[in-house]
């Protein structure tokens, strides 16, 4: 299991909720801010509370890709990866990460 989001980067990520079948965690960026290091993403859902012009995601070996801009409200899947975040946007962004732990009842 790697590093986690809320371990590495607490100021930006804060775990709501988490029990056996879902994690969730709220993330928030000012303009310009990126998270303080790499964390192992899982795959999740995730919904955009404010919106977004567009976030960057950093990866290791130093490439780096650019999502869409996002509205608020709107849903999606994002796949897992080791990645630094970092809002591109001049306004702040808020997002819910979910992540589905596949749990039976």
């Known amino acids: 299991h790697g590093q986690q989001d809320v371990t590495v980067d607490p100021a930006h990520h804060k775990l709501e909720f988490e029990n056996n079948c879902v994690r969730v965690v709220?993330?928030?960026f000012g303009p310009g801010e990126?998270?303080?290091?790499?964390?192992?993403?899982?795959?999740v859902v995730i919904v955009?509370?404010?919106?977004?012009?567009?976030?960057?995601l950093n990866f290791p070996d130093g490439s780096?890709?650019?999502?869409?801009?996002t509205e608020a409200g709107q849903v999606y899947w994002a796949p897992p990866g080791?990645?630094?975040?970092?809002?591109?946007?001049k306004s702040r962004t808020e997002i819910i990460v979910i992540?589905?732990?596949?749990?039976r009842n």
């Open 82 to 89: 080791r990645i630094q975040p970092e809002n591109i946007g």
């Open 26 to 28: 709220r993330a928030t």
């Open 48 to 56: 955009s509370l404010t919106g977004s012009e567009g976030t960057k």
């Open 34 to 43: 990126k998270s303080a290091q790499f964390f192992d993403a899982r795959g």
């Open 99 to 103: 992540e589905p732990k596949g749990c």
């Open 64 to 69: 780096s890709v650019t999502t869409r801009p």
